[in-house]
């Protein structure tokens, strides 16, 4: 991945225009933490798989989703944990999810309490809207990236987060997708689904900690 650095800060999680399960609006600080600055690909994702033997995406062999560079879809939580596992394997760092206070933190872009990425214009507004997502995601970064250097956040393909939505039953999940009628998210927007179902708008985006160092044998924590 290419890794996006951002330092330890603060910001104003959540929204009080949105659903329910975004309020209350709070301050919540988060370390510094680096984030992928585009979604997991096709080809990123091929590497694991045949690395591994890892099963491959059921949406692979579909011409809507198999272009090398779209994001890779149809990958379960438990499938992107194991994607970050394996970076995580012998390079002395830890890969791993997000948690949806370092996703909402970063799709920001220090933007505090902006609707999305760029502002609070209606995503109706961003160049060539009505002309995009015909049939499937887009391939990553075709559009300019957020304050912060990432791309295609808050569209394109819901990403899982780390963690639970409910106690033990739905992963949380941040994000627009291309199939929804309205195809960008607002920051602070939430989804959710159980960790085993694997959907063709469902991929991810992968952090790491910075200050991890690996000190003794054995796999890193998975942070499940």
């Keep these: 991945m290419t890794p996006i650095r951002i330092g330890p800060t603060s910001f ?37 798989v045949s690395a591994t033997g890892h099963e491959a995406p059921p949406f692979g062999d579909q011409a809507a989703f198999a272009d090398p560079a779209q994001p ?23 890969f791993r999810l997000p948690t949806e206070a370092e996703w909402e933190c970063a799709a920001r872009g220090g933007l505090e309490q902006a609707l999305y990425p760029w502002g609070d214009d209606p995503p109706q507004s ?31 393909v819901h990403e899982w987060c780390s963690d639970w939505y409910d106690a033990g039953t739905r992963r949380a999940s941040r994000g627009g997708s291309w199939r929804h ?3 960008i998210s607002r920051c602070a927007a939430r989804s959710s ?21 690996r000190t003794g044998p054995g796999p890193p924590p998975s942070g499940g």
């Design 12 to 48: 104003l999680m959540g929204s009080g225009e949105g659903r329910d399960d975004e309020r209350p609006v709070r301050r919540v600080s988060v370390e510094a933490f680096e984030l992928g600055a585009t979604q997991v690909t096709n080809a990123e994702y091929a590497q694991f």
């Design 72 to 94: 890779v879809v149809g990958v379960s939580w438990f499938d992107a944990v194991a994607y970050c596992d394996w970076l995580s394997n012998g390079s002395g760092r830890r």
């Design 126 to 156: 961003r160049p060539d809207y009505d002309t995009r997502w015909r049939n499937g995601p887009e391939p990553v970064a075709q559009q300019a990236p957020n304050a912060f250097g990432l791309y295609d956040i808050c569209e394109n």
């Design 181 to 183: 009628r309205v195809k």
């Design 193 to 213: 689904l159980p960790p085993h179902l694997r959907y063709a708008d469902y991929g991810f985006r992968v952090a790491c900690d910075p200050q991890w160092r």
